[in-house]
C-alpha cells in the first residue's frame, strides 16, 4: 500500500513539474532554423588560356608574349556572345649555376559566356595561339536570383511550421517571430565546378565539357516568443 502511495506521488510530483517547466518556458525566446535547397544546373561556361615563353632577351619576350596575347584577345572578342580579358601576367628569371641565363613569362586570358556552343568554339581556335589553362562552371546571377526568390518563399515557411511545432511541444497557444535573418549559401557566389569531360584538343569538334550542376541554399536564423 506504501509502494502504491509513493507511485502515485512520484506521478502526480513528475506531472506537475513537467507542467511547472511547461509555465516557465512560456513567454521565453527559442532559437530555430530552417533552410531550402536546389539543384540549379550551372549556365556560366568560364575558360582560361594562357602562353608562356623564354628567351634570354626580356624584352623581347614581353614583346612576343603581349604580340600573341593581343591576337588572342582579337579573335576572343569576334565571338560577340563571350566577354574576354587578360587575367594575370608574370615574368621570373631561370637560373644555372646562381646566374640568370634565361626569362620566363606568362600572360593568362579569361573568356566566359552562357552561349556554351561559341566558347567551345572560340576555345578550339584560341587554341592555335595560346593552351587551355581550366574550365569551370557557375549559375548567372539572373539564374541565382530567381532561384533565391522560390527558396526564399520555401525557407520561410519551413520556419515557420518548425515555429508552430515548438510552440505546441512547449504548450504554447501562439507565437511571434521576435528576430530573424536570411542568407544564401552555395554555388558562389560563384561556386564553380571543374569541366567534367574533355576530347582531345586535336579533335575536329573541339573540346566537350559537361556543365554539371551547383547547389543553392537558402537559410532562415531566427527567434520566437511563445505565449499563451
Known amino acids: 500500500m506504501r509502494i502504491l502511495f509513493a507511485i502515485i506521488l512520484l506521478g502526480l510530483f513528475g506531472s506537475a513539474h513537467a507542467e511547472s517547466l511547461a509555465q516557465d518556458f512560456i513567454g521565453s525566446r527559442v532559437r530555430l532554423d530552417a533552410r531550402a535547397t536546389e539543384q540549379v544546373a550551372n549556365d556560366v561556361m568560364r575558360a582560361m588560356l594562357f602562353v608562356e615563353m623564354e628567351d ?15 591576337d588572342a584577345l582579337k579573335l576572343a572578342r569576334t565571338f560577340v556572345a563571350l566577354h574576354a580579358r587578360t587575367s594575370g601576367y608574370s615574368t621570373y628569371p631561370v637560373t644555372e649555376n646562381a646566374r640568370i641565363v634565361r626569362w620566363r613569362a606568362r600572360s593568362e586570358m579569361t573568356i566566359e559566356g552562357e552561349d556554351f556552343r561559341a566558347l567551345t568554339d572560340a576555345i578550339s581556335q584560341l587554341q592555335r595561339l595560346m593552351q587551355l589553362g581550366a574550365v569551370t562552371f557557375s549559375v548567372s546571377p539572373a539564374t541565382r536570383a530567381s532561384a533565391e526568390q522560390t527558396l526564399m518563399q520555401t525557407a520561410i515557411a519551413n520556419f515557420l511550421r518548425k515555429a508552430d511545432t515548438a510552440t505546441k511541444a512547449f504548450g504554447g497557444l501562439q507565437f511571434k517571430v521576435t528576430d530573424a535573418t536570411v542568407a544564401t549559401e552555395g554555388a ?22 559537361e556543365a554539371g550542376i551547383s547547389h543553392i541554399t537558402v537559410i532562415v536564423d531566427g527567434s520566437i516568443s511563445i505565449t499563451r
Request: positive net charge; hydrophobic residues 35%.
Open 56 to 70: 634570354a632577351d626580356s624584352g623581347k619576350l614581353a614583346q612576343k608574349v603581349n604580340n600573341t596575347t593581343d
Open 188 to 209: 558562389n557566389m560563384p561556386s564553380p565546378r571543374p569541366m567534367a569531360s574533355m576530347r582531345s584538343a586535336a579533335a575536329d569538334n573541339g573540346p566537350a565539357f
